[in-house]
Nanobody, 124 residues
Framework: VQVVESGGGLVQAGDSLTLSCKYT????????GGWYRQAPGKQRELVAF????????DYADSVKGRATISRDPRQNTMSLQMSSLKPEDTAVYSC??????????????????WGRGTQVTVSS
C-alpha cells in the first residue's frame, strides 16, 4: 500500500489550498484517516481526522473553521481544504490512512500507512 500526497507549495497569507493524498495497492475499506503537520523544531500534530463510521471529523483548534477534511472512496483519495492560511500553517503535511486492503488472492489485511509528506509554506 502506498500513500502519496500532493498539492503543497508556496502561498501567501490569506490564500486557500487543497492537499490531496491517494492510496493505492489494492481494494480498500477505509477505517479512518488524518492529516498531520510538522513545523521545523516542533512535534508533529494532528490537523484533521476523519472517521469512516458516520463520517465524523475532528480538527485541531488552530484550524477549526478554516479546514475541511474529506475523502472520495471511488478515487481512494483523502483531501484537506484550508482557507485563510497563516504563516504559522507552514509545515510538512502528511497523510495517514488506516484501511483494510484486499486484492486478487489476498485476504483482507489491516494496514496503517503514512505518506512522505508535502511542504506547505505560507508567506506573510
Amino acid at each position: 500500500v502506498q500513500v502519496v500526497e500532493s498539492g503543497g507549495g508556496l502561498v501567501q497569507a490569506g490564500d486557500s489550498l487543497t492537499l490531496s493524498c491517494k492510496y493505492t495497492g489494492g481494494t480498500f475499506i477505509f477505517n479512518h484517516g488524518g492529516w498531520y503537520r510538522q513545523a521545523p523544531g516542533k512535534q508533529r500534530e494532528l490537523v484533521a481526522f476523519l472517521r469512516n463510521s458516520g463520517g465524523d471529523s475532528d480538527y485541531a483548534d488552530s484550524v477549526k473553521g478554516r479546514a475541511t477534511i474529506s475523502r472520495d472512496p471511488r478515487q481512494n483519495t483523502m483531501s484537506l481544504q484550508m482557507s485563510s492560511l497563516k504563516p504559522e500553517d507552514t509545515a510538512v503535511y502528511s497523510c495517514n490512512v488506516d484501511v483494510l486492503v484486499s486484492g486478487p488472492g489476498r485476504l483482507p489485511e489491516p494496514k496503517n500507512v503514512w505518506g512522505r509528506g508535502t511542504q506547505v509554506t505560507v508567506s506573510s
